[in-house]
């Protein structure tokens, strides 16, 4: 009796429990061979991201508008005293739209590069660092997720699907090319502004998340180490975003549910951000306090409006700012329909849903947080590419090498006009939005500009005649072609566009006209870019309590003189503008004593004669 009690219970299938059901339920979406995930050459990729950080970067001014002023930040930090680096200002002007971390890096490019690059260029060190390290985290995050076992492709009865490890490094070379080809990240990428820094720390913050499912403690430290910088370098309103969608997967997501993330990584991202307030506080209690009080109110004012404040220039601009990323990443979450909640695509959603809420809740139209959306949205977007038919990936191959070919093909004929003079029209075109340009011929930037020319003309021939049949053959033309255009730009077209969005001339001409013995300026209208350009170039003291001998004021038109004192009266010593705007207009003023009104003597009166 035993014996057949024994035999039956061998007999009956073994229960799987319920989390392996819901695995044994779903069934894999891909088809692939391993010939499918032939690794792109290392080589290769670290070329392409190398390529696209480094130009932009030196070479030019700081542009306006946020470029300049990140730039003017750092600039005022590294030649400044602990008080600047703790509550960061403008040449006085105290800055609280983000935490100082940003700013802390650049000016420490500024302070160990300065005695052999200039100020401009060395700040800008840190925005490729930086743009390198949140390209390193990317694919690492997508690595993690594609060797997962609920993402692997179909396994035949014969064997032939690729290997988990091959799967997903393909799959990380994707998100990693799906990134570079974003268009906004182009300029957005190069700046020296604080967003930058939050980019690097929010790819650091997916790869933590997708960490801790496998590693819990590493990936807790991470996770805390990533929320604890962005606090630093943005605002309080950003890392609740990123706190309730780190909240909402613990809650969605069975692979994260464990206790070491708030256990562990919440009590290490206070003690990080708390570092810069208790320091703050300790070194001048009284500016601390007004200097937190306002970065706080004014975080919750720049995410109070309304959607529709908003909403349309977002609609016009963010999926220009993160295409291709944004269409892909649809497509992964309609594609794997029955497994939104696994890591590979909630993950992502858990960080991008957050940030698309701020971007529509901003008070402002702006582009600024754009960036931040690209490393989730890149990281979901490569799932996208094993499951797009061959119709689609050829129809995004040929988008394109016709349009960054037709996009390089003018870039070099612009160049030609500038220089000849032929194409007529394009030089009268060039003339007319850039005026009184002289361009000059440079041998270095013509020979990178060729080189990658030929490199993309070759590229694009081998992948449409060989037709290789690999996952990242839907976005290498892509991310080759946004680099060719980025290329082109910094190098043939930089003389151009740094002559178009420069202050330097304005400050020379500001400078040479300023009195000798002036004490400072009070600046009227002037934007944070215009303020830290004309202090770097023109060696300017500016003062913002409004007591100063000399005024410097904006106006599209003329408003006449400031108001006289009852001492002084104002006199106008310059007046100018930028060659290449015609709409802005400066007015230098500088203050003197009042003319005093001569005394008429009455001439005597002649005494009749007697």
Partial sequence: ??????????????????????????????????????????????????????????????????????????????????????????????????????YWLGALSIRGLGPWVDASNASRVDTGVLFCVACAFVWYAAYLLGRRAEVQPFKYAFGGEPEPRDYGRTLADGALLVLVACFGLAERGHETTPQLAQFAWIAMLVYGIVRGIDKPLQGALW?????????????????????????????VTPEMRNLRLPLVGVPL??????????????????????????????????????????????????????????????????????????????????????????????????????????????????????????????????????????????????????????????????????????????????????????????LARWRISRQPKVLWRSVVLSGAGTTLMWVLLMTLWLPIVNYGRTYRDVAQQIAVHLPSDYECISPVRLGDAQIATFAYFGNMHFDFSGDCDVI??????DFGEPSAMSQYVWRLVWEGRRVADRDERFRLYERIERPKTPVKRRAPRRQAAD
Avoid at 4 to 22: D, E, F, G, S, V
Avoid at 227 to 249: H, K, R, Y
Avoid at 365 to 374: A, D, E, F, G, H
């Fill in 269 to 458: 991202a206070a003690a990080i951000f708390a570092l810069w307030p208790l320091a703050a506080f300790v070194a001048a209690p009284d500016d601390a306090a007004w200097f937190f009080n306002q970065w706080i109110h004014g975080s919750l004012m720049r995410f109070s409006g309304p959607p529709t404040a908003v909403l349309g220039y977002a609609a016009k601009n963010l999926p220009l700012f993160t295409w291709p990323a944004w269409p892909l990443a649809i497509w992964a979450w309609w594609s794997w329909a029955g497994m939104r909640r696994r890591a590979h695509i909630a993950i992502p959603l858990s960080v991008a849903v957050p940030l698309v809420a701020l971007v529509i809740l901003q008070s402002q139209q702006s582009n600024r947080m754009y960036m931040l959306l690209l490393p989730p949205l890149a990281v979901l977007a490569t799932f996208a590419l094993p499951t797009l038919k061959r119709g689609a990936i050829n129809a995004i191959d040929w988008f394109a090498v016709l349009s960054f070919t037709i996009l390089g093909t003018f870039v070099w004929l612009v160049w030609l006009a500038s220089l000849t003079g032929f194409p007529h029209p394009l030089a009268r075109n060039l003339a007319r939005l850039v005026p009184g340009y002289e361009p000059h011929f440079k041998i270095l930037s013509f020979i990178c500009a060729v080189i990658v020319t030929v490199c993309w003309c070759f």
């Fill in 1 to 102: 009796m035993p014996d057949a009690r024994n035999r039956l219970a061998r007999a009956q299938p073994r229960q799987a429990p319920a989390h392996n059901k819901t695995l044994i339920c779903m069934k894999p979406v891909v088809r692939l061979t391993a010939s499918a995930t032939r690794a792109l050459p290392r080589w290769l990729l670290l070329t392409l991201c190398l390529v696209y950080a480094a130009f932009g970067l030196f070479g030019r001014d700081p542009w306006k508008n946020e470029d300049a002023a990140g730039f003017g930040v750092m600039w005022t930090m590294a030649k400044g005293s602990w008080h600047d680096w703790l509550l960061p200002n403008l040449v006085g002007k105290f800055i609280t739209t983000d935490g100082p971390l940003g």
């Fill in 223 to 251: 996770w805390g180490v990533a929320i604890g910088l962005v606090a630093l370098s943005g605002n309080p309103v950003l890392v609740a975003a990123l706190l309730a969608g780190t909240a909402a997967l613990w809650l």
């Fill in 552 to 557: 410097l004021r904006q106006d599209r038109s």
